[in-house]
């Protein structure tokens, strides 16, 4: 019964390509977010939809592009993959946006080479 | 602009030492604050969190954390460590931005407990 899952959990792939990471989450909650973690396993917001709204968008390159086609789903697609993007993204979820526990999945490991 | 602070990057204990993680956040207004767990190759998970009520607060595993508001931090306990506590541990603070309410993580501390 995974409650925040990603697919896949991890991706090889050449400089310039596209790829997409995808999100679900069973727990019925209203809000769902992408964080990059480098490898100093700083972790850092880039999306947070609510509601498959949009509601916070950090400073990220327009190469990359979220897209909630339900409250349950939070995929994340990346044009033109640059050696940066190399990354853990770690997608999750709470219940509201204000203040509540956020439940990660397993996270997705990007390589770029 | 909101910011959380930890001030240990990596630490080294031996089993049934003393635990300490320090937390600091600048952020004038209502927080809650958390602690989350990334065991190694894992997610990360809740460790404890503060909203409101006693400043100290009880999480899983014997972890505690108190809330000191003058302070500005919320550093994680715990009396006596084992091995399997060897994790990286992220505090994080939510509050009102612009745009919405968002939660800021630290950079994270290593701890690695020896056996």
């Known amino acids: 019964d995974t409650a925040v899952s990603q697919t896949p959990k991890y991706l090889v792939t050449q400089m310039g390509n596209d790829k997409s990471i995808k999100c679900e989450q069973n727990l019925g909650h209203d809000t769902m977010y992408w964080y990059k973690q480098d490898s100093k396993k700083f972790l850092k917001i880039m999306f947070s939809y609510n509601n498959k709204e949009l509601i916070i968008n950090e400073t990220v390159p327009n190469r990359f592009s979220p897209k909630s086609p339900d409250k349950a789903h939070l995929n994340l697609h990346i044009n033109s993959l640059e050696l940066g993007d190399s990354a853990v993204y770690f997608c999750a979820s709470s219940l509201r946006q204000s203040g509540d526990t956020q439940y990660f999945g397993p996270g997705t490991r990007l390589t770029v080479l | 602009a909101q910011s959380v602070s930890q001030h240990n990057h990596h630490v080294i204990l031996s089993e049934a030492a003393s635990l300490e993680l320090g937390c600091n956040y600048s952020y004038g207004g209502t927080v809650n604050l958390f602690w989350y767990v990334q065991y190694p190759g894992q997610h990360l998970q809740l460790l404890l969190k503060?909203?409101?009520?006693?400043?100290l607060v009880k999480g899983i595993k014997g972890f505690e954390a108190e809330f000191i508001k003058s302070k500005f931090s919320f550093n994680l306990r715990k009396p006596s460590v084992q091995w399997s506590d060897t994790a990286e541990y992220f505090c994080a603070v939510n509050a009102r931005g612009t745009g919405g309410f968002k939660t800021i993580f630290g950079a994270g501390t290593r701890l690695f407990v020896k056996a």
């Open positions: 503060y909203f409101s009520g006693d400043p």
